[in-house]
DNA sequence: ACAATAGTGTCTCTGAGACAATATGCG
DNA sequence: CGCATATTGTCTCAGAGACACTATTGT
């Protein structure tokens, strides 16, 4: 048989195979804590707890995974976040009761003010901060999901200045060092922080200032392509 | 409805979803060169074309996507390798002819010496230097899923020793440090690269000597999680 | 002037790069 | 001994850590 006929004859619904699905953390940086977006589970089974924002692949409309995830984000949050990266990949027989079920992660970052107005319409969709997290129940496995992409985005924050995606598209130096130092979960000094990211050329002053406080503080935006530099060396975890 | 009378009902053959499969890309270090393990497709489509072992979820036999990606590497090589890390996932319509297509890929090393024979007993597998592969045609999109899993482990090659998976148990350090030359494509000072793995006690000298050319070598093996440890400062790419 | 926060100067310390010097086997 | 390869000594240099100091706003 020659492979145009095989395809013409292949009927994949022959086989069984595993459900496959999508989930995204999507952090953001708000009031000094790091949050993650949660919605409300609508349908079985979990119904009604908390869960990741994600759902199934539609083959008509979606060209690619990525395209499946961004879609649902966007009806969650009416935005496409700056920031969208694959996680990993988690699948076996028992995370979900239907059955054999994979899903495919994916981390991404907003500035809060952002999809604020987007969530606000949602009334089953809300940020929450990741230290509240431990105590609550989430849907399926999400709570491990969550713990993955919380990890890797810590170490991020030591070898590149990823993080400023969950920041708006100006921001200050201050402003970053503790959305950094959050996510380590110690004080970096300030010196190495700005001398660093100033020696790699990463970020670009705006020429504008934040009034606040004491003396104002510059603000600036991130360079194109700035999100995939990486240090050779870390700070020190 | 409850949750209960929901699954009773609940039919995932009502929906049409994609293809899914595993993919890895196991690498070997021999003749100073770093080899992928490659099989002939004796299906369609793309039959005959090479591309990497890899199929589909058994929902019986396996328990997690882990379990199928272990299976269909002793299906070839007889053995399971020591290092065996989920690369990503890549999915879209078209990469498979059969149509909307998901692969979740892996990347895992192992000793040459480890399964050599057991290639050999398969006629339609084979070690493929990584240097000889930009010529060929590959199955799929195999050919890039290669690159990606090459540069990820070139990355490690700077801030880790996980390249030693891909070597005997027991090994010598310029053998590793060859390893990571042929790797990150340069050469690499033999006193910073011993330093750091001393310093970092990642390696256990097993009091034994290969005699081979000059002065005999010291033979080590890693100590347990040596895999997981990462230099906080890389060799610069 | 003082409080508050932003930003700088500068010293120390760790660890990579360079490369010369030594050590240990073989014939 | 001389060749080949392994292993160590040591100097330099980049960049992080520490922390004191200066700068710029508001009250």
Known sequence: MDEATFLKTYDKRKFDTPLISVDST?????????????????NHPDLDLWGLPGGFIDMQQDKSIRDTVL???EEKTKV????????????????DKRG???TVCFSALIAHQDCEVGIADVSDAAWVAVDTLKDQTLAFDHQAIITVALE??????LYSIVPAYALPEQFTLPELQQLHE???GKTIQKKSFRRRIEQAELLEDTGEKRYEG????????????????TFVRNLEG
Chains 1, 2 share one sequence.
């Open 182 to 184: 959050v996510l380590i």
């Open 80 to 95: 496409i976040p700056p920031y969208v990266e694959q996680l990993q990949c988690v699948g076996d027989a028992n995370r």
């Open 152 to 157: 890797r985005l810590r170490q991020k924050a």
């Open 71 to 73: 879609r649902k984000l």
């Open 214 to 229: 004491g003396r104002p503080a510059a603000l600036y935006k991130m360079k194109e392509a700035s999100g995939e530099y």
């Open 26 to 42: 999507l952090f953001t940086y708000h009031d000094h804590q790091l949050k993650v977006l949660l919605v409300k589970r609508s």
């Open 100 to 102: 054999w079920s994979v």
